[in-house]
T-cell receptor
């Protein structure tokens, strides 16, 4: 099994719908992150969490919310999806602060029509 | 705003040659530097990390860091077609803050 698992892998949803993307990890890492990737824009941080009680906004948090249900689970919600939220979404984990790299999940390709 | 700059490419290199990928960053306080490889539609995969000035070698890969010039590079020796991918440079936040800032990536093509 993958260390960082994202579900679903692909999703098509309609404008205005609420959708949740889920991430779970078996690495035992405290730090978890949600990124989106768009062609030409690279990876941009949406939200990050250092533990269950610590949630922080990234550079593009508007229109998104998150929930850290447990150390191993970190979910991203789009409250009312819009077409410009169409992107590839990645969850990542890290063992510690900046000296550690990230382990990424396999990604969720979201299309909002 | 912290920035990490990479040439988007594509960078085309003949098979067996050395591929040289470059990255500059704006945050002088950054202490940790990473190179990720990403195949189309797949997730980024960590291939190299470097924390001190100089070179770090791992197999066919060599990372080079010059903090004074705020410059990081990745050399791939004996390039193979399987090295064709987008390479992302990532830089840690300075001042003890958490998080990585990613460059937009360089698209590398190894020509057989």
């Amino acid at each position: 099994d993958a260390d960082v698992t994202q579900t679903p892998r692909n999703r098509i949803t309609k404008t205005g719908k609420r959708i949740m993307l889920e991430c779970s990890q078996t690495k035992g890492h405290d730090r978890m992150y949600w990124y989106r990737q768009d062609p030409g824009l690279g990876l941009r941080l949406i939200y990050y969490s250092f533990d269950v009680k610590d949630i922080n906004k990234g550079e593009i948090s508007d229109g998104y919310s998150v929930s850290r249900q447990a150390q191993a689970k970190f979910s991203l919600s789009l409250e009312s999806a819009i077409p410009n939220q169409t992107a590839l979404y990645f969850c990542a984990t890290s063992a510690g602060p900046h000296s550690f790299g990230y382990t990424f999940g396999s990604g969720t390709r979201l299309t909002v029509v | 705003q912290k920035e990490v700059e990479q040439n988007s490419g594509p960078l085309s290199v003949p098979e067996g040659a050395i591929a040289s990928l470059n990255c500059t960053y704006s945050d002088r306080g950054s202490q940790s530097f990473f190179w990720y490889r990403q195949y189309s539609g797949k997730s980024p995969e960590l291939i190299m990390s470097i924390y001190s000035n100089g070179d770090k070698e791992d197999g066919r890969f060599t990372a080079q860091l010059n903090k004074a010039s705020q410059y990081v590079s990745l050399l791939i020796r004996d390039s193979q077609p399987s090295d064709s991918a987008t390479y992302l440079c990532a830089v840690s936040a300075g001042g003890g803050a958490d998080g990585l800032t990613f460059g937009k990536g360089t698209h590398l093509i190894i020509q057989p």
